[in-house]
């Protein structure tokens, strides 16, 4: 049976684009060297890797010495929180219940180790920070703070104004990263007139390749490396560079922001399409977060009253080749559910469903499986 797949978990990942892959080619086949060696067949590679972050950087408005490749923006956070505290002197660190399992894991190793303090801020039912929290904890706070905010998160959608944050921090001498993993290739950014130290990405959620990301270093801040063994990335992450994936970064951001005016408000009528229609069709759903207000527009988190049938219902929209996600990918088949959802929404009777979409998707594929939910609930 050779089904049509309908894919909307584009928050976990996103289709490679066919030029990117065009891109990436050359660096899988004749231009392999590495890029360390000294003789031509390295210098070639060297130079697709240079060439590729000076691109970064002038999308993101920054330096090309303040961009890094990683292996993602997992390690892309896990870099940034660790340095805050070991090399930048931050004894406390401010983050929030919402955030990525790649912070929340690394602040709480961070507190079981005793090298750092740990607050959490409060969240408003609407998926937002409590902005006066984060002020009253900054200035309460007789050590050097780490913040560590996202700058939208992956299973609601909801946008957190890091200008703001970025200027609260600065009054209080706090550092500031942003795990930018869901914006960056999604929005403009203009890190020179951003107020942060470390931002995060990771070229698969924007048609890039999986396993390449940047971490993003203002220059103001010294820092030493995570990985040791070698002087690559500056001395700033040891390790071959993954050549072809750092050139498909490039490529792929390149082509997000090329196409970002019509792609956005496509993906984003997709968005309140099936928002009009579940709506419409399906009764006593909710949507959580802050779906029409400061909010991505690639994310639909939606709440069904929870029944026998409606417990089924990833199983079943996956039956029936429909890819959408209980909360995120990365604690897919866990069964305690979504951290996020409980935090803003600790009702038991709800079965939540995240589907995030893509330039790809179409109004008919919206139409398919709000019709499916209809016969599942």
Same mark, same amino acid.
């Given at each position: 049976m050779n089904m049509q797949k309908i894919y909307f978990d584009n928050a976990a990942t996103t289709s490679l684009d066919p030029q990117v892959l065009e891109a990436m080619m050359p660096y899988l086949t004749e231009k392999f060297g590495n890029p360390s060696s000294i003789y031509s067949y390295g210098r070639e590679t060297r130079l697709g890797i240079e060439s590729a972050r000076k691109t970064v950087a002038k999308i993101l408005h920054a330096h090309s010495a303040e961009i890094f490749f990683t292996s993602g923006g997992t390690e892309s956070s896990n870099t940034a929180i660790t340095a805050s505290v070991r090399d930048l002197g931050c004894k406390h660190i401010i983050t929030s219940p919402l955030e990525h399992h790649a912070t929340l894991h690394t602040v709480e190793s961070l507190q079981k180790r005793g090298e750092a303090k740990l607050s959490f801020l409060k969240v408003m039912p609407n998926g937002h920070i409590d902005m006066e929290d984060l002020e009253r904890l900054l200035a309460e706070s007789d050590e050097k703070c780490l913040v560590t905010l996202m700058h939208a998160n992956n299973e609601i959608g909801n946008i957190t104004d890091i200008h703001a944050v970025g200027n609260l921090c600065k009054l209080h001498g706090a550092i500031f990263h942003s795990d930018t993993v869901q914006t960056v290739g999604h929005f403009p950014f203009d890190l020179r007139n951003t107020p942060v !130290? /470390? #931002? %995060? @990405?990771?070229? !698969?959620? /924007?048609?890039?390749?999986?396993? #390449? @990301?940047l971490l993003y270093i203002n220059e103001n801040v010294k820092i030493l490396p995570y990985i040791n063994g070698g002087s690559q990335e500056r001395n700033m992450r040891a390790g071959t560079e993954n050549t072809y994936g750092v050139v498909g970064f490039a490529r792929a951001l390149e082509l997000a922001t090329e196409h970002y005016e019509k792609d956005s408000a496509y993906i984003k009528s997709l968005k309140l399409y099936m928002h009009d229609q579940l709506k419409k069709h399906i009764k006593s759903i909710s949507f959580n977060g802050d779906p029409f207000g400061n909010s991505l527009y690639t994310i639909l988190s939606v709440s069904f009253p929870k029944t026998e049938k409606s417990e089924m219902? $990833? /199983?079943? $929209?996956d039956i029936n080749h429909i890819c959408a996600s209980g909360g995120?990918?990365? %604690?897919s088949g866990v069964e305690q559910g979504s951290h996020v959802i409980r935090a803003i929404n600790s009702n038991p009777n709800q079965v939540t469903v995240r589907f995030s979409f893509s330039k790809n998707n179409t109004k008919e594929e919206i139409d398919t499986v709000v019709n499916k939910l209809q016969e599942f609930i």
């Open positions: !130290h /470390f #931002v %995060t @990405g990771a070229s !698969h959620k /924007f048609h890039g390749p999986k396993g #390449v @990301g219902i $990833l /199983f079943n $929209l995120s990918a990365c %604690t």
